[in-house]
């Protein structure tokens, strides 16, 4: 229903202590020229970790593809395609990911959205197996370790502004003062 006012972009959030360090931001409208100018800015402004949700069963189209042009460089790094409705797939199209859509990505994730909220819900016989066998396990997994390599990447970024700009200019300080400052990693 949300969607229906045009947001710049959509919170969701989920009550599951699994996910509860993870902000899912659904933004839509990026094929939209005017809308799509608005969401890149909010990708870029609010995300570590793109997370590309398609259908197993559709064809990477022509708005998807211009979409996914107009998506910051930072964001191309740390993304993963998450091919969803895997069970409503062919069994041919279950052993292999659209290679023009998995290319782009750093993972392909298959994901059953309905068996992974029942098991969220803790409904079934089994709802941890059925959490592990839906792939939001996989899902929830990849988007922590994307996250952290994402801010390791952010924190190498800074060391070498530190190394390249503050070093160089705390040694003239020093020389000039005639002191020594020592730089704590």
Do not use: Y
Request: charged share 25%.
């Amino acid at each position: 229903a949300a969607f229906d006012l045009n947001p710049d972009l959509v919170s969701v959030e989920i009550d599951c202590d699994v996910l509860k360090d993870l902000w899912l931001i659904d933004i839509s409208g990026l094929g939209d020229k005017e809308h799509g100018k608005r969401a890149v800015f909010a990708l870029m402004r609010l995300a570590d970790v793109l997370l590309w949700c398609s259908s197993v069963q559709g064809p990477v189209t022509e708005p998807e593809k211009e979409a996914w042009r107009s998506v910051p460089g930072r964001l191309l790094r740390n993304s993963l395609l998450v091919q969803t409705h895997p069970d409503l797939a062919s069994k041919a199209a279950e052993s292999h990911v659209n290679p023009d859509r998995a290319k782009n990505f750093n993972d392909v994730i298959a994901v059953t959205p309905a068996a992974a909220m029942q098991a969220m819900r803790g409904e079934g016989a089994d709802p941890e197996r059925d959490w592990q066998e839906s792939g939001a396990d996989q899902l929830v997994n990849a988007v922590m370790i994307a996250a952290v390599e994402a801010r390791q990447a952010e924190l190498e970024k800074a060391r070498r502004g530190i190394d390249k700009t503050i070093v160089p200019a705390l040694a003239k300080l020093d020389a000039f003062f005639g002191t020594k400052t020592v730089i704590q990693p």
